[in-house]
């Protein structure tokens, strides 16, 4: 009974205030911390996937397809320049909260503005787009503050303990908004004989499942930010934000990382726009003629668990070599297994598992070599002002994936998609280029255990 409490969640031996303050704090990590980081991927790939599903299968075509919904990763970029506010303006959990809220209400709206036909005018879409842009803000918010509480709410320990399952969590979001939802809507239009009712009934479904989140957040998220804002104040002058800002582009080499930032996934960039369209497509408009449920299995289920595999494995890899050594083959685990679409393109299978195995291979090289991307961003943002630094680069991240989407439904219709993936493979130069340019400062031992 005298002994130091070894188990503080467990309140025994524990002072009567401080289990009062162990009860404010909130429930044990486990309760919040996989459900929250859930949430905040399940947004992110609704807009910005399974936004392009819809909209293929309502009949917009792929050059306004394209561009419309790559413009929806701006508030992704755009996201470095309204964080202050969400340190300064009432608290990280209020915030997630309310993003939850309005996410809920957006997607049941997206629902309810849906096209009540197929292929109709660009007109019909407006509402839609406008509402996914509303919800791409709103989810990028609820970005920030989930981060935010996250780092608040734990002390360094927990936070090391718990970032591989928020990850985790992560990457079940993406199975669920690019694979679970697909194969759902697709169930769907077939039973209801009716496209646009199918959509509205799964938006509908988002919006509900973003609403019970919520509620489940509002009891089980603690409560830290009234005792640190005793500890530290919530200000942040504009000369301080204005600086940290500056320093980033002061920094050595900032030519060629920001070249790095945003040609480095440029094959992938392009492929990927087009993948759920080349899915979709009949045969002789050079698709592959899937249904919607079938292209939920394969880009959004087995495409995202060996995108997931090929990330474990390329963090085991740089973990054993560093950084410096596995540049070039993350590079060209990268860029070189899109050809697997230009193969599909050129030579159309008769069944669904090859389609399966070109998509396995090329998600699980892009997952590899996207090990290397995130740890060149954790490298170059180190310094003085680190957080804002990573903000930085993850803003030039968005833009890596936004500024080629907007050519990419133009470039296929003028060349096919043969073409368009010869295109692609020709793309996978500027990832060399960029590669090799990087500084040869880069420490030998960086990321090696």
Same mark, same amino acid.
């Given at each position: 009974r005298n002994r130091p409490q070894e188990c503080p969640e467990a309140g025994f031996g524990v002072k009567r205030q401080d289990r009062r303050h162990l009860a404010l704090a909130g429930r044990s990590p486990w309760t919040w911390v996989p459900t929250l980081y859930f949430v905040e991927g399940v947004p992110y790939f609704l807009v910005?996937?399974?936004?392009?599903?819809?909209?293929?299968r309502l009949g917009m075509g792929n050059?306004?397809?394209?561009?419309?919904?790559?413009?929806?990763?701006?508030?992704?970029?755009?996201?470095?320049?309204?964080?202050p506010l969400v340190d300064v303006v009432r608290s990280k959990r209020w915030w997630i909260l309310a993003m939850q809220l309005a996410l809920a209400a957006s997607f049941a709206a997206v629902a309810l503005l849906l096209p009540r036909r197929t292929g109709a005018a660009f007109g019909p879409f407006v509402p839609s787009l406008v509402l996914f842009h509303l919800a791409a803000v709103l989810s990028a918010t609820h970005d920030i503050a989930a981060d935010g509480f996250y780092m608040l709410a734990l002390d360094a320990h927990r936070q090391s303990l718990f970032v591989g399952i928020r990850?985790?969590?992560?990457?079940?979001?993406?199975?669920?908004?690019?694979?679970?939802?697909v194969v759902v809507a697709g169930i769907l239009e077939t039973r209801l004989g009716d496209i646009p009712r199918a959509w509205t009934a799964t938006f509908l479904g988002c919006g509900a499942l973003l609403l019970a989140a919520s509620a489940w957040h509002l009891f089980v998220l603690p409560r830290p930010e009234g005792e640190a804002a005793k500890e530290a104040p919530r200000a942040v002058g504009g000369k301080e934000f204005l600086r940290a800002f500056a320093t980033f582009f002061q920094k050595p080499f900032i030519g060629p990382a920001l070249a790095f930032l945003l040609l480095y996934r440029l094959p992938e960039a392009l492929?990927?726009?087009?993948?759920?369209?080349?899915?979709?497509?009949?045969?002789?408009?050079?698709?592959?003629?899937?249904?919607?449920?079938?292209?939920?299995?394969v880009f959004g289920t087995v495409g995202v668990a060996a995108l997931t595999v090929g990330g474990i494995?390329? *963090?085991?890899?740089?973990?054993?070599?560093?950084?410096?050594?596995?540049?070039?083959?993350?590079?060209?685990?990268?860029?070189?297994?899109?050809?697997?679409?230009?193969?599909?393109?050129?030579?159309?299978?008769?069944?669904?598992?090859?389609?399966?195995?070109?998509?396995?291979?090329?998600q699980f090289g892009?997952?590899?070599?996207?090990?290397?991307?995130?740890?060149?961003?954790?490298?170059?943002?180190?310094?003085?002002?680190?957080?804002?630094?990573?903000a930085v680069c993850?803003?030039?991240?968005?833009?890596?994936?936004?500024?080629? *989407?907007?050519?990419?439904?133009v470039l296929q219709e003028w060349l096919g998609y043969a073409g368009f993936f010869a295109l692609v493979m020709v793309a996978c130069l500027a990832t060399a280029a960029v590669t090799a340019s990087l500084p040869k400062r880069i420490p030998a031992d960086y990321a090696r255990k």
């Open positions: 910005n996937n399974l936004s392009v599903v819809m909209f293929k050059a306004e397809l394209a561009f419309w919904t790559s413009l929806l990763y701006l508030p992704w970029v755009a996201k470095p320049l309204w964080s990850s985790t969590f992560y990457r079940l979001a993406g199975i669920f908004g690019q694979g679970i939802l492929a990927l726009k087009m993948l759920s369209p080349f899915l979709l497509d009949k045969p002789e408009a050079g698709g592959l003629g899937l249904s919607t449920a079938q292209t939920g299995i494995l390329g *963090g085991i890899f740089a973990a054993r070599v560093g950084l410096k050594k596995s540049l070039w083959p993350m590079a060209a685990s990268l860029a070189l297994p899109c050809a697997a679409y230009l193969y599909l393109a050129l030579f159309p299978p008769a069944g669904m598992w090859p389609v399966c195995a070109c998509v396995a291979v090329d892009y997952g590899f070599g996207w090990t290397a991307y995130m740890l060149f961003m954790m490298w170059f943002s180190q310094g003085e002002y680190a957080t804002s630094h990573y993850t803003a030039g991240m968005a833009a890596g994936m936004m500024l080629p *989407g907007f050519v990419a439904g």
